[in-house]
């Protein structure tokens, strides 16, 4: 049984995890009683309807389950507006955004490029969600610029956007055991004529592709249990083929918190990343209410480097987030208001304060940059962390 002490949610809440966790039971049992922990984490986040981000639910802010970088400060997507100002001679004056949310991140942009005067002539958001994709229409509606996608075209020129994008796609599990490397997924046990979703490991050897991102796997100990990101991969891919399909200069901006594969995979990091979120509570157990949790792990922003570069795209940067912010500008953003108007002032300082320091997002959140036939402005390539990939 669970013993986590953690909010409780209402009826209908209940109700439709019962109901995902049924659906989930159901493919597993069509599975022959097992799946890997990738299909699991995509039913529990995206099964129409019932998954947490296809559900209805409030996912962001403080009646949420956590906070993202948009939802802290309007100032962080203003530097990203005022970098794609900067970059917009060399592609397209065209964004799109993957993992939009609320659309905060979309309207936060376009203020800034309104009040600015950047010059910007479509802002497609990328969106699977009916119940989201509503939301941000209401939200941007005074923005004629905005169109909406239901799947990644074929190509584009311009700049991509994805904030915590990543660390919401499905993963696999592995383990190191005596016998080598063994994947570890779903199944379900009948306790008391009531059935309980469980870990369980296969019995033959991983695929090798799959233990391929960790470096020096075979030293690592047994009972070292770690996530691989196939799936993050493959989108990386698919990003490279839409933005070299055009022939025209374009960059993607990805954000999210994560680490290189040395760090990832670190001796000491004995039982991996994978984290879940409700009410603002951080705890271990993805199986606690399917649908009404956030599911992620952090990125292994080596593997996306190593996908997108396998793909034809260059590696224009990686760094952290406080470093990117701060050599963006967002100072110079914050400096629009003046200190002495204490009231207005503060609270932009003090979200400015979460979004860089250490000891906030600055170092665990990361910037990567790739793209082809663009270059970055002195003062980001200055920053540069690639050498630690």
């Known amino acids: 049984m669970h013993k986590l002490s953690l909010p409780v949610p209402g009826d209908d809440a209940l109700a439709a995890s019962s109901a995902l966790q049924q ?18 984490m995509e039913l529990a986040l995206y099964a129409p309807d019932l998954g947490y981000y296809s559900g209805g639910a409030t996912k962001l ?24 100002s900067q970059l917009f001679s060399q592609t397209a004056a065209e964004v799109m955004e993957f993992g939009a949310g609320t659309g905060k991140l979309a309207l936060d942009f376009l203020s800034e ?33 905005v169109q909406w996608l239901q799947k990644m075209p074929d190509s584009f020129s311009g700049i991509v956007l994805g904030n915590e994008v990543l660390d919401a796609m499905p993963v696999d599990l592995v383990i190191k055991t005596a016998d ?23 019995p033959q050897a991983c695929s090798p592709d799959k233990i391929a991102q960790i470096p020096y ?10 996530e691989v990101h196939a799936i993050a ?16 200069p374009a960059a993607s901006i990805l954000i999210d918190y994560g680490f290189p594969a040395a760090e990832y995979y670190h001796p000491q990091r004995l039982q991996g990343s994978l984290m879940c979120h409700y009410r603002h509570h951080a705890h271990p157990d ?24 396998a793909a034809g795209l260059d590696l224009l940067n990686y760094t952290s987030q406080a470093s990117f912010l701060t050599a963006a500008g967002i100072a110079e953003l914050l400096a629009r208001t003046s200190a002495e108007q204490v ?44 050498h630690r990939l």
Request: aromatic share 8%; net charge negative; with cysteine.
């Open 23 to 40: 659906l989930i039971i159901d493919d597993i049992h069509l599975q022959q009683g097992w799946i890997p922990f990738s299909r699991y």
């Open 61 to 84: 802010g403080k009646d949420g389950d956590f906070t993202t970088a948009p939802e802290m400060s309007p100032l962080f997507a203003a530097t990203l507006a005022r970098l794609a």
């Open 113 to 145: 490029c309104q009040l600015s005067g950047i010059a910007i002539d479509r802002y497609f958001i990328v969106e699977l969600s009916g119940e989201l994709r509503a939301r941000q229409e209401e939200l941007l509606k005074d923005f004629p610029q």
């Open 180 to 202: 080598g490397w063994r994947e570890v997924g779903v199944a379900v046990v009948d306790e008391d004529s009531a059935p309980r979703l469980i870990f369980r490991e296969l």
């Open 217 to 226: 796997a075979d030293e690592l100990p047994a009972g070292y249990l770690t």
């Open 233 to 248: 991969s493959g989108f990386m891919h698919s990003l490279a083929s839409m933005l070299l399909a055009s022939g025209k």
């Open 286 to 309: 993805p199986f606690y209410l399917p649908g009404l949790q956030d599911i992620t792990a952090h990125v292994d922003f080596t593997a996306m480097a190593r996908a997108g570069l």
């Open 343 to 386: 009231m207005a002032y503060l609270p932009k300082a003090n979200a400015l304060q979460k979004l860089v320091s250490p000891a906030e997002m600055g170092e665990l959140f990361k910037v990567l940059l790739m793209g082809h036939g663009v270059e970055l402005p002195e003062n980001l390539l200055r920053l540069d962390r690639s």
